[in-house]
């Protein structure tokens, strides 16, 4: 079970902090990635951490924005979310990979890999 949080409503400029755990599966040793999906578009990949160089890869579109980083001892992996805009505005998901340690393309992940439910993100006034 992947679980998701931190999401919630924040003005634009803001920031936000996600969360994502995993009870009884290690998140440390393989690669995690934050996907979102807005309303109406299709699921888009932000950010990845591998395991265990903890090398980060990320979407232009929250690049110099957003950080994934991952507490080994909390077993958890965080997205630091900063000047957040509208276009920011999405359902916020959390994916374990099921096999590799190494962050994959975004486009390669599949639903055999562990997905949260998530955790919806709004930007607005």
């Known amino acids: 079970q992947v679980v998701e949080s931190g999401g919630g409503l924040v003005q634009p400029g803001g920031s936000l902090i996600l969360s994502c755990t995993a009870p009884?599966?290690?998140?440390?040793?393989?690669?995690v990635s934050w996907f979102r999906q807005a309303p109406g578009k299709g699921r888009e990949g932000v950010a990845c951490i591998s395991s265990p160089d903890e090398k980060t890869t990320y979407d232009d579109s929250v690049k110099g924005r957003f950080t994934i980083a991952r507490s080994n001892a909390a077993n958890t992996v965080y997205l630091q979310m900063n000047s957040l805009t509208p276009e920011d505005t999405a359902v916020y998901y959390c994916a374990i990979e099921h096999l590799y340690r190494q962050c994959a393309p975004f486009g390669t992940w599949t639903e055999d890999d562990y997905w949260g439910r998530g955790t919806q993100v709004t930007v607005s006034t």
């Open positions: 009884g599966h290690d998140v440390n040793w393989y690669a």
